[in-house]
């Protein structure tokens, strides 16, 4: 389908965080924009799982966030165990003193961008897709416009370019915007970067607390942290591979690795995944009769993937190159996955950036000499958000990557051991489970 010749904004990406902008700008009063995709559909492997409370304060402020609250789970709170047995737990609950939303929700990524693209779609926008940018340039007549070419050889005018196209946006690459990790170079392969994930169904289906919807789990084992959280039936059609039902419930897994101990397969087979819970997953879960007297396995593999995370946060997130361009989303800060930050980030990015692009384009009907100064104060207070949840996510994988190394023969004591020692006396006091939920909330971190 052809594209127009020219919009307001161009919002490049159609994954959390471009369609989080497009539905700022709508309720900021911006309609001239127009959202591309290089995909022909949306993303159909799903990353993150939870959306924070700050982020659902966010939407709910752009009156985006019912389709999120009533599809998803609302997460109770966050338990930390051992194979066996529980170390700590952090509940949401305290939270109900500081937000309207004291929860997590958890939901598949994918089924948080469906309900952001049908809530886009009920307002009359449509993504524009599949469209690859490909190139930008100053517009040769205008200064503060940019011509961007897309792969198919169309070109379109914008005074505003969002850059919500993740981890390896050509925006940022032709803006000249460097993207390195603040803390120096690459980080050590001993930290858990590789996280294998999955969607599986069990036979028969397994008992037990953690196989209650409501709580995501994370089982530390091994100097890996292997996470479960039961989806229950709720997303059974929309996790639907190969047009083959699901009847069984769903448990979203993920095992936090160090890249040290090797590298995983794009798409792990069955026999890696079950091999995988079988060392390193909670007893409840596991094949091992020894370990669980109700054993269970694999059913259905519905999906599988690998990832590695290595941080990096763009040197700024506002350009200009003719237009005012801006980062948001991956495009900006990647974060390791641990404390479940990036996307929730990338949205807030998108909604507050949004608004401002709102004021900007407002003041500028007014005064078409108007300088960047809104533009640069919010890109600045997005900048430092990002390194204040880069310094978060960073403090959580380095205790998760703690092992069970001994010191010596004649020490026998490991950090891991220390850490879960900490983890179960702590975990008895009320304070330090507000803290860790007042953490993953995002409310100090707007
Ligand atoms: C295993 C794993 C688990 C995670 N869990 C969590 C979690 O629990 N909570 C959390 O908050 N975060 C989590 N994250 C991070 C989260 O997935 C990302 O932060 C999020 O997807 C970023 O969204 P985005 O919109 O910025 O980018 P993306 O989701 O990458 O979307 C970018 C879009 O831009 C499009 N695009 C790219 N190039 C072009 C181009 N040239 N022209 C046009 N379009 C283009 C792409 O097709 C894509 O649709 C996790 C990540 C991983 C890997």
Redesign the pocket.
Known sequence: MPLPKESTVLI?????????AALSLIHHGCRDFVI????VE??NVS??????SA?VEALTSINAADGLLSRAIKGKGVRITSRKSQLFEGKFDPLKKYSAHPYTLLLP?NVT?LVLVQKLQSLGVRVQR?????GMQQNEKDPRITDVS??DGQVMRARYIIG????????RTIAGIGFSNPEGSKPSNNLLNQ?V?ADVTFEPEPVGPLTIEGHINSTVFSGNVFMLVPFGNRFNDELTRDGKPITKPIFRI?CAMPVKNGESLHAPPKEYIQDLIDKCGPACISSDLSLNPTPVKIDQLIWS?C?K?YPAIADRTFTRLGAAIFL????????S?A?????????RD?IFLSEAVSRHIRASAENPDVDDTILRQIAEARQARSLETLGFTNSVLKIESLTYDTFTWWIPFSLGSFRDAMLRLLGKFDFVQSEVAWGLSGLGRR
């Open positions: 490049v990406g159609a994954g959390p965080a471009g369609l989080a591309v995709d290089a995909v949306g993303l990353r993150a799982i939870t959306v924070h982020t990524q961008e599949p469209h690859r940018v490909i897309f792969e919500a196209d993740g981890a390896h946006s050509i925006i996280m994930t993920a993937g990832f995370t948001v989303g991956d495009a900006a800060h990647i974060h996955t404390g479940g930050q990036g996307m929730n980030l990338g949205i998108a």
